[in-house]
C-alpha cells in the first residue's frame, strides 16, 4: 500500500479512489438501466412459458417451471391468425420495399444529375411534403382511399408506403452526390441511354443507401399500427393481428404475452445482424 | 452497352459530341434550351420520366388529402353524403371553445415534460458511454433495442407491468408499498404511466443520436483536456455539450411536435379511457366514430400549423441546421 500513496502516472490515491468511485457509479447505473430495459420483456418471457393454472398460481418474478412450454405459442399463433398477419405483412413490406427504391433512386438520379425547368419546385415540394404530418391528413387520405377503391386491400397500404417516403429520396440523393459523374459521362460516351446509365452505372453503386432504406424502413412498415388497423381492417397486419388479442384473450395473460414474444422475435433477431446498419440508418434518416 | 443505342435512336444518333458535354457541363444551370431537332423534347422530358411515379404519389397521397382537408374543416361533412354544406369558421370555433376537444391538448403536456427526462438520461448515458467502457456495444444495445420493438407489443408489454398486482406492484412492495394505486384506472396518474412508457420506448432514439454527435467530435480536444487535468465533469460542460448542442435542441423542437401528436402507446392501452385521450386520438374518433369529418379536419388542421409552426421556429433558432433532412 506504501507504493500506492505515492504519486503513479501523476495520480495521487484520492484521485484514484475517487476515479474508482466514478467507475462503479458508471457501471452501476448502467446496469440499473439494462435492469429496466430487460425487466419488462423478462417477466412477459416467464408468463409466456406457463399454463394457464401455474401462471394463476404464482407470481411474474418466478420463471416457468418448464422452459420448453410452448403451448401458448403455438395457441397464440394459430388461434390468434398470426400467421395471416405475418404473410400479409411479408408481401406488403417485399412489394413496398421494392417499390420505394425504385422511386426514390428513379427520382433521386433525375434531381441529382439532370437540370431542368422545374427541379426547384419539385424539391420544394418534397421537402415541404415532410413537414406534414402524415397522422394528421389521415381523415382525408381515407376518403382518398375509399373513392380510388382501396379501402380493405393491401394496396392501399403498399401506396401509402411508397407514396410517402420522403427521408429515403434524401439518403439517395446524398449518396448519388458522392458518386462522381464522370462514371456517367463514361458511360455516355460509349453510348450509354440515360436508362442504361441509371440502371447499369447508378443503380449498382447505390447499393449501401438501398440496403440503408430497406433496413430502417422495414422496420417502420413492420411495426406500422395506425395505417393497417385504419385501411386494411378485416384482414391481419401484424400489428393489428397483435391488438386483435386484447378482446378474446382479456384474460389470458400467457397467451397474449405469447403473441408478444412472438412479435418481438422477428426485431430481435434483425437487431442482432444488423447492428451496424440499422444505427448507421437511424441516425442519418431522424434528424430531419 | 452498344445495344442501347439502338433502344432510343432518335435520342443518342442527333446528339453531337458539343451536345452531350453541355448536357454535363450544363448541370445547375439551365440546359433544356428547346432545339430544333427531334431529340430536343425527349431530352427535356428524360428528367420527368424518372420522377413521374415519384412526383405522382407525392402529389396523390400528400398534397391531395392536404387540400381536401384544408376543404373539408370549412364544411359540416359527416364523410358519406354526397353533399358538403359550408359553414365557414364554424368547425375552427368548436375546436377553440368546445372544452372537451381543446382540453386534451394538455395532455400533450405530460408527454412533453417525459420528454425532457427522456433527454436527460439519453445524454447522460451517450456521454458515459462515449468514454472508454467495459461492454459499451452490449450496453448501448440493451438502452436502443426498445426503439425497435412494435408499438403494439409495447403496449402489451406494459399493460402487463402495470396490472393491479403486476410486475411493477410486486417490485413496490419489496420496497414496503403496501398499497399501490392503479396505474392506468386512476384518471390523476394514467397519463403519468403512459407517458412512462413512452420515456422506455424513446429514450434509446434519443441516445443513439448523441451518442453518434459526441463521437464525430475530434478526439484530440478530449487528450488535450485530460493533459490539462480536466475531470469528466468540466470535459462534458466544456466540450461534450457545446459540441452536440444542435443535436440536443433538434431534439427539443421534435419533442415539441411529437408530443402534440402522440397517438399510439395511448390507443393500444387505454384506448383513450380516463382522460388519457390525446388530440390525435381525439381527430381520429371524431371524424371516424362520431362521424364528423368536418370538425376532425379543423383538428388536423390545427394541428397541422402548431407543427408547420413549431418547425419553423426549429429552422429560425438552427439556421445552419442543412434543410436537405439527411
Request: a positive charge; aromatic letters at 14%; zero cysteines.
Amino acid at each position: 500500500m506504501s507504493i500506492a500513496t505515492r504519486p503513479r502516472n501523476g495520480l495521487t490515491l484520492g484521485m484514484r479512489l475517487r476515479s474508482m468511485s466514478a467507475q462503479t457509479a458508471k457501471y452501476t447505473s448502467l446496469i440499473v438501466a439494462s435492469v429496466v430495459t430487460l425487466l419488462p420483456l423478462t417477466v412477459v418471457l416467464f408468463a409466456s412459458l406457463k399454463s394457464s393454472t401455474e401462471y394463476a398460481s404464482t407470481g411474474p418474478f418466478t420463471p416457468p417451471t418448464n422452459w420448453f412450454d410452448f403451448d401458448n405459442f403455438v395457441t397464440a399463433f394459430t388461434n390468434g391468425a398470426m400467421l395471416e398477419g405475418f404473410v400479409n405483412t411479408a408481401i406488403v413490406l417485399a412489394v413496398s420495399l421494392v417499390g420505394t427504391v425504385f422511386i426514390g433512386t428513379m427520382a433521386a438520379y433525375a434531381l441529382d444529375r439532370f437540370a431542368f425547368r422545374g427541379k426547384k419546385l419539385v424539391m420544394g415540394l418534397f421537402l415541404v411534403a415532410t413537414l406534414i404530418p402524415s397522422v394528421t391528413s389521415q381523415v382525408a387520405t381515407f376518403q382518398l382511399i375509399n373513392g380510388l377503391g382501396l379501402y380493405d386491400t393491401k394496396a392501399a397500404l403498399i401506396l401509402l408506403f411508397m407514396g410517402t417516403d420522403v427521408i429515403a429520396l434524401y439518403l439517395f440523393i446524398q449518396f448519388m452526390q458522392s458518386i462522381p459523374i464522370s462514371l456517367d459521362e463514361a458511360a455516355m460516351i460509349d453510348g450509354a441511354n440515360r436508362w442504361t446509365i441509371y440502371w447499369r452505372v447508378v443503380l449498382p453503386l447505390l447499393k449501401p443507401a438501398i440496403a440503408t432504406v430497406i433496413i430502417i424502413k422495414g422496420i417502420a412498415i413492420y411495426n406500422e399500427f395506425y395505417s393497417a388497423f385504419l385501411y386494411l381492417p378485416s384482414q391481419g397486419f401484424i400489428s393489428t393481428s397483435l391488438f386483435r388479442f386484447k378482446g378474446p384473450y382479456g384474460a389470458h395473460w400467457e397467451i397474449i404475452a405469447a403473441g408478444t414474444i412472438i412479435v418481438i422475435i422477428p426485431t430481435l433477431i434483425a437487431f442482432l445482424f444488423l447492428q451496424k446498419w440499422i444505427y448507421k440508418g437511424l441516425t442519418s434518416g431522424a434528424v430531419k | 452497352m452498344q445495344t442501347s443505342r439502338t433502344d432510343h435512336p432518335t435520342a443518342t444518333a442527333a446528339l453531337t459530341a458539343s451536345d452531350r458535354t453541355r448536357r454535363f457541363r450544363g448541370r445547375g444551370r439551365g440546359t433544356g434550351r428547346p432545339g430544333g431537332h427531334s431529340g430536343s423534347l425527349l431530352r427535356r422530358l428524360t428528367p420527368w420520366f424518372f420522377l413521374a411515379t415519384g412526383v405522382g404519389l407525392l402529389l396523390l397521397f400528400t398534397y391531395w388529402p392536404a387540400l381536401n382537408l384544408g376543404y373539408y374543416s370549412f364544411t359540416d361533412w359527416d364523410g358519406i353524403d354526397q353533399t358538403k354544406n359550408l359553414v365557414g369558421l364554424q368547425n375552427y370555433i368548436d375546436v377553440f371553445t368546445d372544452p372537451s376537444i381543446f382540453r386534451v391538448f394538455f395532455v400533450s403536456l405530460y408527454y412533453f415534460a417525459a420528454s425532457f427526462l427522456q433527454m436527460a438520461i439519453a445524454l447522460y448515458f451517450a456521454t458515459i458511454l462515449s468514454f472508454r467502457t467495459r461492454f459499451s456495444n452490449l450496453f448501448r444495445g440493451i438502452l436502443f433495442f426498445p426503439y425497435l420493438i412494435n408499438g403494439v407489443a409495447i403496449g402489451f408489454v406494459f399493460l402487463y407491468l402495470f396490472q393491479p398486482g403486476g410486475t411493477l406492484d410486486t417490485v413496490l412492495s419489496w420496497f414496503g408499498v403496501g398499497d399501490p394505486p392503479q396505474w392506468l384506472g386512476d384518471p390523476s396518474l394514467v397519463n403519468w404511466s403512459l407517458a412512462g412508457t413512452s420515456v422506455w420506448r424513446y429514450t434509446g432514439m434519443n441516445f443513439v443520436l448523441f451518442l453518434g454527435a459526441i463521437q464525430s467530435l475530434p478526439h484530440e480536444l478530449y487528450e488535450a483536456a485530460d493533459l490539462d487535468g480536466a475531470s469528466r465533469w468540466q470535459q462534458f460542460w466544456a466540450i461534450i455539450f457545446p459540441g452536440i448542442r444542435r443535436v440536443v435542441g433538434l431534439s427539443f423542437i421534435l419533442a415539441i411536435s411529437g408530443s402534440l401528436s402522440v397517438f399510439e402507446i395511448p390507443f393500444i392501452m387505454t384506448g383513450g379511457a380516463n382522460g388519457s385521450s390525446t388530440f390525435v386520438i381525439e381527430t381520429i374518433q371524431t371524424a371516424f366514430t362520431f362521424r364528423q369529418v368536418g370538425l376532425a379536419s379543423a383538428m388536423a388542421v390545427v394541428l397541422l400549423l402548431i407543427v408547420l409552426i413549431v418547425t419553423w421556429i426549429q429552422r429560425k433558432v438552427f439556421p445552419d441546421e442543412k434543410v436537405d433532412l439527411t
